[in-house]
């Protein structure tokens, strides 16, 4: 069982950063694979980012790549998605996800849900 925290959203202006933390219980924490998912208003949930377990590779979205970062500190059991150069349409909640072993891209291939951080980017 893993539980998992996100932390970090608010409201900001147009090209401003965010880091999002994605803290999770469980001392196996390395073989999970964390992912961070977005929705926007009336949009579905979309793939942002993931790091796997074990390897701890990593993969971000094409649009987002460049802005956004993800990275991991096993000693801490948490998960950060750096957001940079933020714009209006990257409003959204924002869900940190787990599965054991590798990442996926799709909501449904993740086990475990943390309840969501809202991010607001102000024009």
């Known amino acids: 069982q893993v539980q998992l925290v996100e932390s970090g959203g608010g409201l900001v202006q147009a090209g401003d950063s965010l880091r999002l933390s994605c803290a999770a219980s469980?001392?196996?924490?390395?073989?999970?694979?964390v992912g961070w998912f977005r929705q926007g208003p009336g949009k579905e949930r979309e793939f942002v980012a993931a790091?796997?377990?074990?390897?701890?590779?990593?993969l971000v979205a094409a649009s987002m790549k460049g802005r956004f970062t993800i990275s991991r500190d096993i000693a801490k059991n948490t998960v950060y998605l750096q957001m940079n150069s933020l714009k209006p349409e990257d409003t959204a909640v924002y869900y940190c996800?787990?599965?054991?072993?590798?990442?996926?891209?799709?909501?449904?291939?993740?086990?475990?849900w943390g309840q969501g951080t809202q991010v607001t980017v102000s024009s």
């Open positions: 790091v796997s377990g074990n390897s701890g590779s990593t």
């Open positions: 996800a787990a599965r054991s072993g590798n990442y996926y891209y799709t909501p449904k291939d993740y086990n475990y």
């Open positions: 469980g001392r196996t924490f390395s073989r999970y694979a």
